[in-house]
């Protein structure tokens, strides 16, 4: 079985400030880990994904994400907040035909 | 550019009267899914092809039916639509277990009201 935890719901920071997104996992095997983001009345974009490769992601949009197997842990960060990464976030563990998606983080940048 | 399309992404329909929605992709991708997606939170699977390999969620009720004529089309109906149907219907496609990395890709969805 497998499960993703995103930490929080809602997170707000300043525009040029520092995002973290949290997110935990638990997988009895070696899943592939992805990060997408929703905005209001879209599709889900794949932000960036984790399949075994390098432990850091660079993905999209200056966002990345490290794989920490220790920590079971994936969370998402970017440098400087924008005003236009104002969304919903989803972490996803996902085994072959079985994609498990987080709650979801809302985003709110101020300006 | 290859992609997953979803038609129309505003449908509104009355209490109890089928409607379907459609989704098409170019990716030529063998798994497609169907998602359904209720405000504030995170899609729920409703069930996924496989080929022709229809494959069901077990708490997708009977309303909920699934048609893939071919690797392009896939079709979603719901039989008697209810207000508790109302949500953001996304489709979704994927290599499968061959594709390596299980990517999904998404279509930019349907809203559904029902009234």
């Known amino acids: 079985a497998q499960s993703v935890t995103q930490l929080d719901s809602h997170v707000s920071v300043s525009e040029g400030t520092p995002v973290l997104l949290r997110c935990n996992y638990s997988s009895s095997y070696s899943p592939s880990l992805f990060w997408y983001v929703q905005h209001p009345n879209k599709g889900l974009q794949l932000l960036l994904k984790y399949t075994s490769a390098a432990t850091l992601v660079k993905g999209i949009n200056g966002f990345e994400a490290e794989f920490k197997k220790s920590e079971t842990s994936f969370h998402l960060t970017k440098p400087s907040a924008h005003m236009s990464d104002a969304a919903e976030y989803f972490c996803v563990v996902s085994l072959p035909l079985d994609m498990r998606f987080g709650a979801g983080t809302r985003l709110t940048v101020k300006p | 550019d290859a992609m997953v399309i979803q038609n129309p992404r505003y449908q509104v329909t009355q209490f109890g009267k089928p409607v379907t929605l459609s989704c098409s992709q170019t990716?030529?991708?063998?798994?497609m899914y169907w998602y359904q997606q209720k405000s504030s939170q995170a899609p729920k699977l409703l069930f996924h092809?496989?080929?022709?390999?229809?494959?069901n969620e077990a708490d997708t009720p009977d309303n909920f039916q699934s048609r893939r004529p071919n690797t392009s089309f896939c079709f979603l109906d719901i039989r008697s639509p209810g207000l508790g149907d109302a949500a953001m219907y996304l489709c979704?496609?994927?290599?499968?277990?061959?594709?390596?990395?299980?990517?999904?890709?998404f279509g930019p969805g349907t809203r559904l009201t029902v009234t």
């Open positions: 092809y496989y080929d022709k390999d229809f494959n």
């Open positions: 990716l030529n991708h063998n798994v």
């Open positions: 979704a496609t994927s290599a499968g277990q061959t594709g390596g990395s299980y990517e999904q890709y």
